[in-house]
């Protein structure tokens, strides 16, 4: 039975995954990056929680994070489009389906990376907040 935490990640994961951009989970840059973008969920950090006593309750922060990256002669309006999306689908659901009790996407601060002999990369770590609870810091 998956935890918690993998459980809302997963929800996230299939959100993300009805964009139109690639959508991969804790996966390595692949070598192409397709036409309409890549989106990397990495599982990020769930933090220090904070706790409540009986029951026992651990409330997480979690701050997951979203690779976003496009390619190509307008990749600065295909950037700006991907994360528009990105919010959309959040915005969407903030909940997950009532997995969380919040998510939230925070700004992103892109740079532009410089391939060899191909168009240059526009990629950028978008920090995702998951607030959630859970009555066991493993579960």
């Not at 036409?35 to 706790?51: C, K, Q, S, V, W």
């Not at 997951?64 to 950037?79: H, L, M, N, S, T």
């Not at 700006?80 to 689908?89: H, Q, R, V, Y």
Request: aromatic letters at 4%.
């Amino acid at each position: 039975m998956p935890t918690t935490r993998e459980t809302i990640l997963a929800a996230l994961h299939a959100q993300l995954s009805m964009l139109p951009a690639t959508v991969l989970r804790g996966e390595v840059l692949p070598e192409r990056v397709p036409a309409a973008g890549l989106l990397i969920l990495r599982d990020g950090d769930p933090g220090e929680p904070e706790t409540t006593l009986s029951p026992l309750i651990y409330h997480y922060q979690h701050r997951a994070e979203i690779e976003a990256v496009v390619q190509g002669a307008g990749r600065d309006a295909a950037f700006d489009a991907l994360c528009a999306s990105i919010g959309a689908a959040i915005a969407g659901d903030r909940t997950l389906g009532g997995l969380c009790d919040w998510i939230e996407a925070e700004a992103p601060q892109p740079v532009d990376l410089p391939i060899e002999g191909a168009a240059a990369l526009k990629a950028a770590m978008i920090p995702v907040v998951l607030h959630y609870s859970t009555a066991d810091p493993l579960g």
